[in-house]
């Protein structure tokens, strides 16, 4: 008796082994890295995870990994190690935002990201177009020097064209209006350098557009949503095929530029705010429109947006679940993804430490039972949903060029910029 058991325990021991490896094989040639500890998920819900993200990699809407270069390294990106393990090295080992790497991504079963081009407000009015030029040229040397692994991605086709080549698909995208400097023409510079969307604003307001904190009285609000001016950058971010990013924005700017555009928008980096009531999340009226319109509202991961009571309390890889299936629940499965805002990010979720987790996030999905998650709905989630609404911008842009739409060369009229044209010369022209 004592014999059998033994073979017993062995046999069960070497079906779970295979198992494990048979999960480990499901994974495309650009995740064969170890997928590690799963917690106590069921090893069905692993394989069915592996399986959606091995064909259905993630796309993650917000990675501050540049902010980090820029300050740590001085955008110089021959000190960087990005195919070592960033916990183990300095200056990163050290760093506030340390969630990345290309070991790390691999094993998150990553297909895409945007890195963002920030620069805080203070450069506003200032050097803002200089800095976020900078930013955008050392996220290009960056994806550059990993040419196995990172592909430069401008359009949904080049996604595509990563996915299959076993790379991750980089593209960037601007964070806040004050990139441009209030000026069409940068904007259209910016997006011939690369970068696909633009968040209208960030912890400030733009002479057109209103960001989230006026909701908390920081400060007043200046346009009360967006200027006339704001509704051109919103239509001729439509004319480029650049996706409109109203993260960070007012609810009031959210719903005019809802009014406005022409196109799907994207929520790069925000949750629901009937879960967490923080503003920088979407109210469900705005949920609602965004299904009217089209678009994406990609969550974030950051703790003091998935719950109210940060300070007492970890969030978890549940609060996730809540703000997805509350998205699902009012603007539909098809508007939903992934935007973790990590790098830019100081607390986590307990579980989601790092980009290396986000299967973590579809296995909670399919084991937290408020929803039956089909494959296909899973693979949304990861970033169809961000694609589908990438093309179809791309389809209104082709469009207007049919239709014949040109470039606006408007000016922003004087009285939108105040006082703050200190730093301007020949503005408004003599």
């Given at each position: 008796l004592a014999i059998s058991c033994h073979l017993l325990v062995t046999m069960d021991t070497l079906?779970?082994?295979?198992?494990?490896?048979?999960?480990?094989?499901?994974?495309?040639?650009?995740?064969?890295?170890?997928?590690?500890?799963?917690?106590?998920?069921?090893?069905?819900?692993?394989?069915?995870?592996?399986?959606?993200l091995g064909e259905y990699p993630v796309i993650d809407g917000h990675n501050d990994f540049p902010m980090g270069l820029r300050s740590l390294l001085r955008n110089d990106v021959e000190q960087l190690n990005f195919d070592h393990d960033l916990t183990q090295e300095e200056p990163w080992a050290s760093y506030y935002a340390n969630h990345v790497d290309l070991p790390r991504m691999r094993k998150g079963q990553m297909g895409g990201q945007?890195?963002?081009?920030?620069?805080?407000?203070?450069?506003?009015?200032?050097?803002?177009?200089?800095?976020?030029?900078?930013?955008?040229?050392?996220?290009?040397?960056?994806?550059?020097?990993?040419?196995?692994?990172?592909?430069?991605?401008?359009?949904?086709?080049?996604?595509?064209?990563?996915?299959?080549?076993?790379?991750?698909?980089?593209?960037?995208?601007?964070?806040?209006?004050?990139?441009?400097?209030?000026?069409?023409?940068i904007l259209r510079t910016l997006y011939d350098m690369g970068a696909r969307y633009m968040t209208l604003t960030h912890g400030c307001n733009t002479p057109w557009a209103d960001a989230a904190q006026v909701e908390q009285g920081y400060f007043p609000p200046r346009s009360n949503g967006i200027s006339e001016f704001?509704?051109?950058?919103?239509?001729?971010?439509?004319?480029?095929?650049?996706?409109?990013?109203?993260?960070?924005?007012?609810?009031?700017?959210?719903?005019?530029?809802?009014?406005?555009?022409?196109?799907?928008?994207?929520?790069?980096?925000?949750?629901?705010?009937?879960?967490?009531?923080?503003?920088?999340?979407?109210?469900?009226?705005?949920?609602?429109?965004?299904?009217?319109?089209?678009?994406?509202?990609?969550?974030?991961?950051?703790?003091?947006?998935?719950?109210?009571?940060?300070?007492?309390?970890?969030?978890?890889?549940?609060?996730?679940?809540?703000?997805?299936?509350?998205?699902?629940?009012?603007?539909?499965?098809?508007?939903v993804g992934i935007g973790g805002d990590y790098n830019g990010i100081d607390i986590v979720p307990v579980g989601l430490e790092d980009v290396s987790k986000y299967p973590e996030v579809f296995a909670a999905l399919i084991e937290d039972g408020e929803f039956e998650w089909t494959d296909e709905d899973l693979a949304k989630v990861a970033g169809l949903n961000l694609i589908n609404t990438f093309k179809s911008v791309e389809e209104v842009r082709d469009m207007l060029a049919e239709v014949g739409e040109k470039a606006d060369n408007s000016w922003i009229p004087v009285a939108d910029m105040g006082n703050d044209t200190a730093c301007n010369t020949n503005f408004p022209m003599k």
């Open positions: 079906t779970n082994l295979l198992l494990l490896a048979f999960l480990t094989a499901l994974s495309h040639s650009r995740n064969v890295v170890n997928h590690g500890s799963s917690g106590n998920r069921s090893l069905e819900t692993m394989e069915r995870v592996y399986r959606v945007f890195w963002s081009a920030f620069i805080n407000c203070k450069s506003q009015f200032a050097d803002a177009v200089q800095l976020f030029l900078e930013q955008i040229d050392v996220i290009k040397q960056f994806v550059a020097r990993y040419p196995d692994d990172l592909q430069w991605a401008v359009s949904t086709a080049d996604i595509e064209t990563a996915w299959q080549s076993g790379k991750i698909a980089s593209l960037i995208g601007v964070e806040s209006g004050h990139a441009i400097g209030s000026s069409l023409p704001g509704e051109k950058v919103v239509l001729e971010m439509n004319r480029l095929g650049m996706l409109v990013d109203i993260s960070h924005v007012s609810s009031d700017t959210m719903r005019q530029v809802l009014d406005v555009t022409l196109a799907p928008i994207i929520f790069s980096h925000s949750g629901a705010r009937s879960i967490c009531s923080n503003p920088r999340n979407v109210p469900d009226d705005v949920l609602e429109r965004v299904a009217e319109v089209g678009g994406v509202v990609m969550v974030n991961f950051y703790a003091c947006f998935l719950i109210d009571n940060c300070g007492e309390e970890d969030a978890t890889v549940l609060d996730v679940v809540k703000h997805i299936n509350h998205i699902r629940k009012v603007a539909g499965v098809d508007h």
